[in-house]
């Protein structure tokens, strides 16, 4: 068996802090204790703490204000594109393992998406999805074509009504785009993402949440086959 690498201890801080931001205790817009305080109440050093701050203000869970102190972000401002979130930095080694941090994310995102979607948002949804079919049929570029679905996917993050979760979208859009550039060109990949999605599009515009958990278990099973078959060609 692998042996799992050791969290250090910034790790375990910066797991403490965005547990509290996202069981709600912190909430957006306020503002943390100072290094000092958090020290004393976590059992480890100033410089630790400075250390985890800095890090999840990488990820946008956290606004460093110079002089003002530190404050939980809101989820309007975007996570940096050159950065990866600390909830990945250790665990995600291979496909394997980013295929099951989608599956876990993505899914709690579109089911949060489908309690929270109006009228409106099902017409902007329908509009993406067909979007995607049309570039498929346009043999739009594999790079224009993963830009529709990270806009599918980024919409149901806007809509949840989590900002964490969002925030968790947000992030697990950009770490997966090297993977998903590859994944598509895969045979197949395109006609299967398209299909999927509209199976799911379809449950959300006839509110069957039956429907759409079926629909996501059916979808990331069948992504899991490309998943492994891009994996055995490299």
Known sequence: MEKQKKMTQSEKIMNQIADRIVSGELKPGEKLPNERSLSLQLG????????ALRALSLVGLVVIKPSDGTFVSDAEQPVPENSLSWIFQRELHDQEELYHARKLIETDVVKLAFTHATKENLEKLESITQKMVDAASENKTVAEYNELL????????????????????QTIILIRRESALNILEVPGAIENSIHYRQKIERAFVERDRKKLTYSLNEFYSKSKQYVDKMTKEK
């Open 44 to 51: 480890v050093t100033r410089g630790q703490v400075r250390e």
């Open 150 to 169: 990270e806009e599918f996917d980024s919409f149901m993050g806007r809509i949840c009504g989590s900002r964490i979760m969002e925030k968790l979208m």
